[in-house]
């Protein structure tokens, strides 16, 4: 049973960066899979943020974050990150990192099987 834990949320003020990482501490291995990080702000609905595909890194970017934010794979330690740098306001959520066994790229959360509990990022303006 993959089981996730998220760590590096916090509170910066707009223009800052943070650094999230969400490691599989089950160790298990899928042989294709793909691991994404998700955000839901208050009184909306839960959206992708960044979502990479684990056989070749293909990622994909919400259009709202391209050129801020970077994810990234450690696979030897099971580990996904999310570089988020310019932070905005708007970026203020609830971030959750997620993973699925998978043959191609997975971009929405329907498609995900298992998920972290979450970490909070504030924005502050």
């Known amino acids: 049973q993959v089981r996730l834990v998220e760590s590096g949320g916090g509170s910066v003020q707009a223009g800052g960066a943070l650094r999230l990482s969400c490691v599989d501490v089950?160790?298990?291995?899928?042989?294709?899979?793909?691991m994404g990080w998700f955000r839901q702000a208050p009184g909306k609905e839960r959206e992708a943020v960044a979502t990479i595909y684990t056989v070749d890194d293909s990622t994909y970017y919400a259009d709202s974050v391209k050129g801020r934010f970077t994810i990234s794979l450690d696979n030897a330690k099971n580990t996904v990150y999310l570089q988020m740098n310019s932070l905005k306001s708007e970026d203020t959520a609830m971030y959750y990192c997620?993973?699925?066994?998978?043959?191609?790229?997975?971009?929405?959360?329907?498609?995900?099987?298992?998920w972290g509990q979450g970490t909070q990022v504030t924005v502050s303006s």
């Open positions: 089950s160790g298990y291995a899928y042989s294709r899979y793909c």
């Open positions: 997620a993973a699925a066994g998978c043959d191609w790229l997975l971009r929405y959360s329907y498609e995900y099987r298992y």
